[in-house]
């Protein structure tokens, strides 16, 4: 059972930063935010992840509220190759990926 | 990449055949899983392992059985496949830095 809530779909221009937001009021001290992609026919991929703090890598920023009631996943420049389900999920680092339905991002040329 | 490794990629079999899917990993990581997609559903584990012969069950585990006599491998095994067990199963692999997954390529079962 997802203990998120995304929407279900978003649509970004290339070349623009997309902004996906997650909701996840129930998460408790100890687990963290993670952010997986599943590119048409493949296997998720991971993102990036976090537990309190602004996290920053190679592929996206995520940014989380101070309550940790939700998050937002950046990616600072969207190409077409962004085009993927993005899935948020909230989870103890022990605990096994759960994933919901996850946001459908379509980069527009 | 992770050296996940999935076989075969593609299959077709018919309904009351038995089916193994093989998930191979050269890293030597303890923990591994199966899940399976389907348009509608998502992602949803069927079972996972935490060790050589030692495993569990996950959301969707009826009607498979799963296997790890070694590290490096773990099998999913449909002893009677079923229409409704056409899907892709995609195997994953437990990250120990980041506790995130890697998952495999993904396998394509069609059972008619």
């Known amino acids: 059972d997802a203990k998120t809530t995304q929407p279900p779909s978003m649509d970004c221009a290339e070349g623009r930063a997309a902004n996906l937001p997650c909701n996840h009021s129930?998460?408790?001290?100890?687990?963290?935010v993670y952010w997986y992609r599943q590119i048409h026919s493949q296997g998720p991929q991971y993102i990036i992840h976090g537990l309190k703090n602004n996290e920053t890598n190679e592929m996206a920023s995520l940014i989380i509220t101070e309550d940790r009631k939700s998050s937002t996943l950046i990616l600072p420049h969207a190409t077409l190759r962004d085009t993927a389900v993005y899935y948020c999920?909230?989870?103890?680092?022990?605990?096994?990926?759960?994933f919901g339905k996850g946001t459908r991002l379509h980069i527009l040329p | 990449d992770a050296g996940i490794t999935q076989s075969p990629r593609h299959k077709v079999t018919e309904t009351g055949t038995p089916v193994t899917l093989r998930c191979h990993q050269t890293?030597?990581?303890?923990?591994m899983y199966w899940y399976r997609q389907d348009p509608g559903h998502g992602l949803r584990l069927i079972h996972y392992s935490y060790g050589v012969k030692d495993t569990d069950k996950g959301e969707v585990s009826d009607g498979y059985s799963v296997s790890r006599s070694k590290t490096e491998d773990f099998l999913l095994t449909l002893e009677s496949a079923t229409s409704s067990q056409t899907s892709v199963y995609f195997c994953?692999?437990?990250?120990?830095?980041?506790?995130?997954?890697?998952f495999g390529s993904g396998t394509r079962l069609t059972v008619v």
């Open positions: 890293e030597n990581h303890r923990y």
């Open positions: 994953a692999i437990r990250d120990t830095e980041a506790y995130g997954y890697t």
């Open positions: 999920i909230v989870r103890n680092r022990d605990d096994k990926i759960i």
């Open positions: 129930t998460i408790s001290g100890n687990e963290y």
